[in-house]
T-cell receptor, first 114, second 112 residues
C-alpha cells in the first residue's frame, strides 16, 4: 500500500510569484485535504477535494486554488505569493463520505517566500 | 463549531516518567477527536482516534487517551516516556465533513 506523497520537498519562491504543489493520495482514497502549517502553529485547513470537486474551504483567499484529478491526486496553486505564505503545506488523503475516517498525511512541502 | 485547546505549549519529562498532554474540546455535537504526532521535518502521524465508542482509546507506541465528556477533555498519556517520544503532538477535532481543526500543539521533550 503506497502512502501519501508530496512534491517537491522544499521550494523557494520570490514574493509575487506563483507556485504549484502536488500530492498523490493513498491507494483507495478519494478525498484530498490541504493544510497550511506556519512555524510553531497547528495546521490550518485550506480546502478539501472529493471526487474532483471542492468540498469545503477554510479561511484562505481565492489566490489559493486547487485541483483534483481522476486518479485522485491533487494540486495546490498559490498565486501572487506573499511572505506570510511561507509554511509547511500538508496534504492528507481519506475515504470520502465517512465522517471521522482518519486522514493520512504526507511529509509536506516546505515553501519559503523571500 | 468544534474547537480544541491544548494546555501547555511545551512539556518536559524524564525518561521513564509519565507523559500527560492535555486537550480540551468545545462542541455542541458528539465529538470525533484525534491525536497526531509530528517528528521534526515530517508530516503528521495518527496516534489514536475517538469516535464515540470506548472512552479509553489505545493507540500506537504505547499511547492512550481518555474521553471525558464531563470535563470536555481528551488527554493523551503514556506510562513510561522513551527518548523516541520527543516530538510535537497535536490534538484535533472534526468540523463538518472531515475538516480537521487542530490545537496549537505541545512540544514534548524527554530528559535522559
Amino acid at each position: 500500500e503506497t502512502g501519501v506523497t508530496q512534491s517537491p520537498t522544499h521550494l523557494i519562491k520570490t514574493r509575487g510569484q506563483q507556485v504549484t504543489l502536488r500530492c498523490s493520495s493513498q491507494s483507495g482514497h478519494n478525498t484530498v485535504s490541504w493544510y497550511q502549517q506556519a512555524l510553531g502553529q497547528g495546521p490550518q485547513f485550506i480546502f478539501q477535494y472529493y471526487r474532483e470537486e471542492e468540498n469545503g474551504r477554510g479561511n484562505f483567499p481565492p489566490r489559493f486554488s486547487g485541483l483534483q484529478f481522476p486518479n485522485y491526486s491533487s494540486e495546490l496553486n498559490v498565486n501572487a505569493l506573499e511572505l506570510d505564505d511561507s509554511a509547511l503545506y500538508l496534504c492528507a488523503s481519506s475515504v470520502g463520505g465517512k465522517i471521522a475516517y482518519e486522514q493520512y498525511f504526507g511529509p509536506g512541502t516546505r515553501l519559503t517566500v523571500t | 463549531a468544534q474547537s480544541v485547546t491544548q494546555l501547555g505549549s511545551h512539556v518536559s519529562v524524564s525518561e521513564g516518567a509519565l507523559v500527560l498532554l492535555r486537550c480540551n474540546y468545545s462542541s455542541s455535537v458528539p465529538p470525533y477527536l484525534f491525536w497526531y504526532v509530528q517528528y521534526p521535518n515530517q508530516g503528521l502521524q495518527l496516534l489514536l482516534k475517538y469516535t464515540s465508542a470506548a472512552t479509553l482509546v489505545k493507540g500506537i507506541n504505547g499511547f492512550e487517551a481518555e474521553f471525558k465528556k464531563s470535563e470536555t477533555s481528551f488527554h493523551l498519556t503514556k506510562p513510561s516516556a522513551h527518548m523516541s517520544d520527543a516530538a510535537e503532538y497535536f490534538c484535533a477535532g472534526i468540523q463538518g465533513a472531515q475538516k480537521l481543526v487542530f490545537g496549537q500543539g505541545t512540544r514534548l521533550t524527554i530528559n535522559p
